[in-house]
């Protein structure tokens, strides 16, 4: 058994040293037929850096900038490095049989997949999914003959349609199972959530996706011969031999700068690029796939460095598209926290490799934006345990470049305006709503982007509730600030009501929707505590059996003004928490109905990842329960620090879990939840069995929420007219199912009709209509004329109302006017416009016979400010208000009353206006 070897030589020998070997150096020294070897460099100065890049058949295996470079070696590389001076140290002498030996008693390759088990998950998923998982195709067989695999995953998988094309391939190298993984897991998780997640079902619907799993069939059958538990390090295909070796490096193959830096010329070398260009039946295959295709993004997996390379590979000048390969590989990287950038800049360049002919070759196929994605692990060929952690730090990846191939929208930001101008909605308030609008697609333009704003708040009123914000170029945003929505909140709101919208983003073929909300008014404080008042109701406790629990009261950091105390996690005054750690610090139950917002001040020192910056071994979080129900995860899932990063002890987290970790001093974050009942918070702090550091600390909590504990009622149903159906009389009759009070409180009804599917033109409004037996009902009153409405209704308990119910619609075709049917009395609104009003607007109507019709308009308040009228034949007219008052000045901008009544009939409406 080999030890740990090292070298130390002095400066000048080195030099000479080198001057002699890279002159000097036999040409073939290895002949392939030595131990894979697993060596460690201390991380190199730029000198030495230098000196790598003219080794032979360097194959790095794990680069920590700053610290090390663990490199698969071999005897004749090992001398070679340590006569260049490197101290070496050998960390596993046979590779093979190290990884054999962790991997005995596995079925197969355990939770790997084999080429057959990947063939077989290919046809088991387009049977369990057929609708969007097209069958099996192969694009090419290898030297042996087998086949190379594809499947596509689409809406329609059967069908070449007119959407982007994205493509993903993996192992190249056959010694690199993780990658297929990750594929087949991919295609999985696209199958699972389609349909019930909203990002997953846009992309199936409007991209069409390859996976292409195993590139090097032959070389990843030899490594299951070998090592059929797994273990194999064979990398290359299985070219018949050429000066006595086996095989090609595929990813040293491709044509664009074929032969150059980081490949071989020997067959010998595991870096050999072949006797020419495109030799190898893989690489064809490969080759001829995307020419038949528009791919726009493209990923070609390997492991096991843990980083995602851009092109150019071969050298260290950048691409003409630098600058967005960058942007999209770091969003790439979120999930996963991956260094991003080109070979030359992580170490070594390599040229003929996959993503630069991706790239480069734009003669026979469009230019693709294409990615090597380096998965990380322990090694080539990971535990278990590591399996599926692995797999989920990079499907978030894969979902990032189907976003971009396309246009993809987003809501960004959404900002209340106006009122008293603290961007939160109070009753009474006219608002206005600025919504920004990101286009993630990085490469495609969004076109005809439409943005509506829909509520079923039975306590606000739209005025402007859409958009057209035309063209989001690709990477960039738009909004609606020229011309927001307008919506005003009734006066009656109750304090800590939530008003809560969806915004739809429509353009060509794309739809999301957006929820969002806010509290109306001010919230109630239900409990507060500066932590100076002793332990309290707070308790705390070990969550995970076998884990520590260290929350305890201290003084050595505190945020409170002239305060001293705050609640701690670690060790007394500033010593590091526990290893293995898993504690909860518990807020008292409080009580809260509708909406609960928590906010605190903290303070963090917890071990992130050095090697990938939004990544964390330790950290915090903050779970709730309602009514005694499971814990649930309510921050930080916006604005997290750090996800958490399984090491080799891992802590009770699972992979991808957000936290707030790493180093801050003391801030300030609310969590804002709409819950109804008796709930819970707790302060939750994990770490695994590495490093540690000072811990978390918790300071000035306050809680706020609605202290009433009356309950809405429900939503009625729809029961008639039919939505869409065509009545034949200008008084339709409007019939819901009651709704239901959980507090069984009497009810009644409110009734509303608009002139448009926006809801911005309210024409008919009934309140307080008795609740009838099983369903309630309203004859609309006055009449209506020919035409398309839309309608909804709510219940009302006394306290509160709930939600309206989804609106519905009705034409109505009478054939006859209204003034002469039974019981419609002659005076007819056409409605207000413009709505709102820019300083003056039309009060419309109809007569049926003349008469003298008057309007007169009121403030909220119901002071009369103007009375306008006249005498006026049969037929449509119109009244027009100035936007002054009776004295001549002009009314301020807000919500206006107006009644409209001839001698018989009255008819009342409101008007937004604008200044």
Known sequence: MRGKRTVRTSASIVGCLIAALLCAMPALAYTGDHAKMQVRLPWPSEEQIEILRTVRDLDPMKIRPGEELILVSHEDQIARLEALGFHVEVQIPDMEEHYAAQRRGYRNFGLLYTYSEAVDQLDQLHTQYPHIVGEKFSIGQSWEGRDIWTIKVSDNPGVQEDEPEVYFDALHHAREPITVNVLIETIRYLCENYGSDPEVTFLVDNRQTYFTPVINPDGYVYNEQQYPGGGGMWRKNRRPPTQGCWGVDPNRNYSYEWGGVGSSGDPCDETYRGPEPFSEPETVANRDFMNAHEIVTHNSYHSVVGIILIPWGYTSQHTEDDALLRQIGEGMAESNGYP????????????????????????????????????????????????????????????????????????????????????????????????????????????????????????????????????????????????????????????????????????????????????????????????????????????????????????????????????????????????????????PIVESYGIVELTFWHWMDAEASGSYPTMCYDGGLIEASVNGGDWELVAPLDGYTHIIREGSTPGPFEEGTPCFSGEFDWREDTVRRYYSGEMQFRFRFGSDGADTREGWYVDDLVIMGRSTDNLAPDAPALVAPVDGETVYTSRPELVVENATDPEGDPLTYAFRVFGDELLTELVREVCGVAEGSGTTSWTVTPGLQDGAYYWHAYADDGIERGPCMPTASFTIEGGQGIAEEVGIRGLRLLGAGPNPAPGWADLRFRLGSESRVEVALYDLQG?????????????????????????????????????????????????????
Not at 517 to 534: C, N, Q, R, T, Y
């Open 863 to 915: 002071r009369q400010l103007r009375v306008l009228g006249g005498r006026f034949a049969p037929g449509a007219h119109a009244l027009s208000w100035d936007g002054r008052d009776a004295d001549g000045h002009a009314v301020p901008a807000g919500i206006y009353l107006y009644r409209l009544a001839d001698a018989t009939d009255r008819i009342e409406g409101r008007i937004l206006m604008v200044r």
């Open 340 to 587: 991003v950038g080109q070979g030359a800049e992580l170490l070594y360049s390599c040229s003929g490799v996959t993503f630069d002919w991706s790239y480069g070759e734009q003669q026979t196929k469009p230019k693709i934006f294409a990615y090597t994605t380096e998965v990380d692990g322990s090694g080539f060929w990971p535990n278990d345990y590591e399996v599926d952690g692995l797999v989920a730090e990079n499907i978030p990846s894969n979902l990032h470049l189907m976003r971009v191939a396309g246009s993809y929208l987003s809501v960004s930001d959404v900002v209340l305006e106006g009122g008293d101008g603290n961007g939160l909605p109070d009753p009474g308030e006219t608002l206005e709503m600025v919504v920004t609008v990101q286009n993630e697609g990085a490469i495609t333009d969004a076109e005809n982007v439409v943005v509506t704003l829909r509520t079923s708040d039975p306590y606000v009123q739209l005025h402007v509730a859409q958009s057209d914000l035309g063209t989001i170029p690709a990477n960039d945003s738009g909004s609606n600030a020229a011309a927001p929505f307008s919506l005003t909140i009734d006066p009656a709101c109750p304090e800590g009501h939530s008003f809560e919208v969806d915004i739809e983003v429509v353009a060509d073929a794309f739809e999301t929707t957006h929820h969002t909300g806010w509290p109306v008014g001010d919230l109630d404080e239900i409990f507060a505590d500066e932590m100076e008042g002793g332990v309290g109701d707070w308790t705390h406790e070990v969550v995970t059996g076998g884990f520590v629990d260290q929350w305890h009261q201290s003084t050595q950091r505190n945020h409170t003004a002239g305060g001293v105390t705050s609640w701690k996690f670690g060790d007394t005054g500033s010593g590091d928490y526990a290893n293995l750690s898993d504690g909860a610090l518990y807020t």
